[in-house]
């Protein structure tokens, strides 16, 4: 992996000569674990003139299933307690003869900017912006490979559950037992805090378990997702409970249905981010449900659950292959409940049989 590091870093440095640095520093958590592997809680990395560095508030854990950081790189690790590996980084890049330094402004604290203007009064802090972000965007194979590990355990901690009994058990219980299964499949843990959503609370995204028991009739929607080697997958379903579904929900789940289907199938290299919200987005407009919706239909994922592209009303870019996305649309009935479908993909383009889907647990309406 150290020769893909490298290259990541290189393109970065890239970026940030032709914005007039020399010089960069990595702080937001994700970033420096994308370009130099995975380091310790609050580490930050300097791409130096001379060469890049690790700064660490403490040494590497070396365990395997931590993962270690790239070895390439040459690692700084605090003299003691209480240094802020930022301003460390900055002092050794005025040390290496550096005029200016672009820095994370949309991560960095007030206080932490000036502590770096003030240990370092000659460096010229520039703004790296989003430049890491849009370089993650894109996923390698051997990152893709991650995430397909990852929806497969959460695959199989789905259909698990969907064994078991579940009339009587608070939708809080579920979504412990989901993601006690995930690790037990060999997750680093749940992408996110599983949702678990029964009867009036189902459909609704972002739903926090309560303690409401499941109950004859009621529609069940869960969402969860696995991280897996620091990345990060998305999977949600919507079932019935305890007997065959009222018609009501059969329409209603159809048509959740139809518009996750149109969302997938505009998933194509080239397509803007607004299309693929609106081919999903029109399904439910059309059948008047206009209120309420979810203010996007996807987002991408990766080393974090939430990345760009969002694909949203307004969002402005074109898909790339290579990119994994969400497709999520949903509706929720105030007092009823309701039906959210939400898949993981990877855009591909047509002549490699269009997008790969990654979370693979059947989307029929099953009464459990």
Not at 77 to 106: I, R, T, Y
Not at 208 to 220: A, C, I, K, Q, S
Request: hydrophobic share 40%; with cysteine; proline share 6%.
């Amino acid at each position: 992996m150290s020769e893909v590091y490298a290259a990541r870093r290189e393109r970065l440095r890239e970026r940030c000569t032709a914005g007039g640095s020399a010089t960069a520093l990595v702080t937001r958590p994700a970033n420096v674990r994308y370009l130099a592997g995975a380091a310790p809680r609050g580490a930050v990395l300097l791409l130096g003139r001379g060469e890049d560095l690790l700064f660490c508030g403490g040494p590497p854990s070396g365990e395997a299933a931590v993962g270690r950081p790239d070895q390439a790189l040459r690692v700084q690790v605090l003299p003691g307690p209480g240094g802020d590996p930022a301003v460390a980084a900055a002092d050794v890049a005025l040390a290496q003869g550096a005029e200016s330094l672009a820095v994370e402004e949309h991560h960095l604290t007030v206080t932490r900017h000036r502590a770096l203007g003030s240990v370092a009064p000659r460096l010229r802090l520039a703004d790296l912006g989003g430049a890491v972000e849009q370089l993650r965007v894109i996923k390698d194979e051997e990152e893709i490979s991650c995430l397909r590990i990852g929806a497969e355990i959460a695959d199989q901690a789905l259909g698990e559950l969907l064994e078991s009994i579940l009339v009587g058990r608070t939708e809080r219980h579920l979504a412990l037992e989901l993601e006690r299964r995930l690790v037990d499949h060999g997750a680093d843990g749940p992408a996110f805090a599983t949702s678990v959503g029964t009867g009036p609370n189902s459909g609704r995204r972002g739903h926090r378990p309560t303690d409401r028991r499941v109950e004859e009739g009621d529609f069940l929607s869960v969402c969860l997702g696995a991280s897996y080697r620091g990345y990060r997958c998305e999977i949600g379903r919507t079932f019935v409970i305890g007997t065959s579904p009222a018609d009501w929900q059969i329409e209603l789940y159809d048509l959740v249905f139809a518009a996750q289907r149109a969302g997938r199938e505009a998933l194509t290299p080239g397509a803007a981010y607004r299309d693929v919200d609106r081919a999903a987005r029109q399904v439910l407009d059309s059948a008047g449900y206009t209120e309420g919706l979810s203010p996007l239909t996807g987002h991408g994922v990766g080393l974090e659950i939430d990345e760009d592209p969002q694909l949203a009303p307004a969002a402005m870019g074109k898909l790339d292959a290579c990119v994994p996305v969400t497709v999520e649309p949903g509706v929720h009935l105030p007092g009823r409940g309701g039906v959210r479908i939400d898949d993981t993909l990877v855009v591909r383009p047509e002549a490699d049989g269009g997008p790969e889907l990654l979370t693979i647990t059947t989307k029929e309406l099953l009464a459990l």
